[in-house]
């Protein structure tokens, strides 16, 4: 059975429901736990390390984030990402759906006074990124938006060691602020007055625990709150400071491309985004726009779009998924001028081949280091085929909303388009002693060469990562035809010349899997697999190899868990071959079928 489900059942998942939409479990009135209390603590802990333990506040930390509410606004922050009306309309009717969960609540309920599916629910939750939804829904939204604030800071204002996690805490934070003439402008002025008073509460707590904080996604936003405050309520004071800080994290979490440091498109553009709210304030404020926010922006925008695919989505490369395609349309549309267009981003280890509509990605790049790769995925090698707006190949995909234990189940080698040996992954998974969770090191040797002549392209890649466990190195020759009508591959083997031979003549069982989208069906015709795209799109699949099948799998890049199908090469490769001919050798081809 297919090694990732088997992973998932390993993590204690007790119900895998498979279908393209939400499946009927999820339909039901009232949300029924898939993990007992005490599983769904465990997987927590397990899964989240040290920046999901609840935070703790001393006497001396309580001084610190005492004090009055602030003075008033002075400039209020912009959305960038457009809120979600559809899910605005859904939370009117009560329904509060998170990944694979979903809660039914009668009107005028808060969602935190009910049993809740989980921990991971309860956190997207009180991370309010629905609030702006809300808002969306004329007045009775915005009164059910008031009313639900009031409702949490009643519940959870003073202090909460769940909610108020450092990560948790800001990302609430920035989304009030967002929300900031609507939500402490409007309506009854006592409760406006408390309502400052538990944003500046939060926003102090925040910046007092930003500084020692060691979950990346966290420090980011903590760093951006940080000027956002400063101008929006402390009218310029510590902006300074703040801005230094955003500076360092800006060069901490960039690398010189423009990609994010864990290697996360999805993490690049939602950090895009508040770099260029906080740039839309500064420039509104009358006060100078830092040389560094300018120049990242430049440069994460370009990363951005070099990722942004034919139907306006992400590929879905490490903890990414490819919803919101509006909100990278929108997060795009702000830059100052078109972003470049590139085919290699060396830093962040991606090549891009395309053709005519037809786009390849491919992952030749190394794991990234401890933080920024606790959630990273070891999918060397791995690539994404999309021809125009239809995504045909992909991996298994990522996303924040779905359950934690899936999250991590995707993240093995055999989630990905690529070659496994022996079912093992092609990277090392390490534990961070600081954050207790597993990161992806290696692999070893990797590199791609690339060739254009003619109007074709040819890439070359390989890596060392079952060098050695296995003694062989995996090579992957992709080649794309002028029209792009054409993908050829060849994935072999070889045992390199310095290692000598090998000291046994046991086969090495691997397996080539290509995950298909979930808007793709296959079916074997003949000595083809004919892929189909919901979007009309249709493809051949064909290999000299005698051991092709399609297998089940799963989807987690549009936020759900869906099922899909993958096509699978296997055989067993001899420990000495030079790589050059079978079994070591396996070659490949989709073809595109013209429309009649």
């Keep these: ?128 990124d629905w609030l702006g939804d809300l808002f969306t829904q004329g007045e009775a939204g915005a009164d059910r938006a008031r009313l639900l604030v009031d409702d949490w800071i009643d519940n959870f204002g003073r202090f909460d060691g769940f909610s108020w996690r450092t990560g948790c805490a800001a990302d609430r934070v920035w989304n009030w602020l967002q929300c900031g003439f609507a939500l402490f402008e409007q309506g009854d002025v006592d409760a406006r007055a408390i309502r400052m008073e538990a944003l500046g509460r939060q926003a102090r707590h925040v910046l007092a625990t930003v500084d020692n904080e060691v979950e990346p996604n966290a420090s980011w936003r903590g760093s951006v709150l940080g000027v956002a405050y400063a101008i929006c309520l402390a009218h310029g004071k510590e902006l300074e400071a703040a801005e230094l800080r955003l500076e360092n994290a ?36 009358d006060r100078d726009v830092p040389e560094f926010l300018s120049r990242w922006i430049s440069r994460v925008g370009g990363m951005v779009a070099f990722f942004k695919a034919g139907d306006s989505g992400l590929a879905a490369f490490n903890d990414g998924d490819e919803r919101w395609p509006e909100a990278i349309d929108a997060v795009l549309s702000h830059l100052p001028v078109e972003p470049r267009r590139f085919s290699v981003a060396p830093k962040s280890g991606f090549h ?34 999309h021809d125009g707006p239809a995504r045909i190949v992909t991996s298994c995909g990522c996303s924040p909303e779905v359950d934690i234990d899936f999250q991590a189940a995707v993240r093995r080698s055999d989630a990905h388009s690529t070659l496994i040996l022996e079912g093992e992954d092609a990277c090392r998974f390490l534990t961070n002693e600081q954050t207790g969770l597993l990161y992806p090191s290696g692999p070893s040797g990797i590199s791609a060469k690339r060739l254009e002549e003619a109007d ?34 060849e994935d072999s083997l070889a045992r390199p010349v310095s290692a000598g ?66 096509i699978v090469l296997s055989g067993k490769a001899h420990p000495d071959s030079d790589g050059s001919a079978p079994p070591n050798c396996v070659r490949w081809a989709f073809l595109k079928v013209k429309s009649s």
Excluded at 61 to 69: T, V
Excluded at 260 to 268: D, E, F, K, L, N
Excluded at 469 to 481: I, K, N, P, Q, V
Aim: charged residues 20%; hydrophobic residues 40%.
């Design 1 to 128: 059975m297919l090694q990732i489900l088997q992973r998932c059942v390993q993590a204690r998942v007790s119900k895998v429901v498979w279908g393209r939409a939400m499946s009927d479990a999820l339909e039901q009135k009232s949300a029924k736990p898939r993990h007992s209390v005490e599983e769904d603590q465990a997987l927590w802990q397990r899964l989240r390390g040290s920046p999901g333990e609840d935070a703790k506040a001393s006497p001396v930390h309580r001084m610190k984030i005492a004090g009055g509410a602030p003075y008033g606004f002075g400039l209020h922050l912009h959305q960038i990402i457009p809120p979600d009306d559809l899910r605005g309309s859904m939370l009117m009717q009560g329904i509060w759906r998170i990944g694979m969960d979903r809660i039914v609540l009668p009107e005028g309920t808060a969602p935190w006074t009910q049993t809740l599916p989980g921990l991971h629910f309860a956190d997207r939750l009180h991370r309010f």
């Design 250 to 285: 800006c060069t901490a979490q960039f690398l010189l491309d423009g990609g994010h440091v864990s290697r996360s498109p999805a993490r690049a553009a939602r950090c895009l985004a508040d770099l260029i709210a906080l740039q839309d304030l500064l420039s509104r404020s």
């Design 352 to 385: 891009k081949l395309e053709k005519n509509g037809t786009c390849l990605i491919l992952d030749a790049g190394q794991a990234p280091e401890p933080p920024f790769g606790d959630k990273a995925h070891a999918g060397p090698l791995g690539f994404e085929l």
């Design 456 to 489: 074709e392209i040819w890439l070359d890649a390989q890596h060392g990562g079952y060098k050695i466990a296995f003694g062989l190195l995996h090579r992957r020759r992709l080649f794309m035809s002028g029209d792009g009508g054409r993908l050829t591959g």
């Design 501 to 566: 031979a090998a000291d046994t003549d046991r086969q090495i069982s691997y397996a080539i899997r290509f995950h298909l989208h979930p808007t793709v069906s296959a079916m074997t015709s003949g000595d083809a697999i004919i892929l189909t795209s919901e979007l009309g799109v249709k493809w051949r699949f064909k290999t000299t190899h005698a051991r092709a099948r399609l297998e089940p799998t799963i989807y987690l890049g549009r936020g759900i868990v869906e099922h899909s199908e993958q």
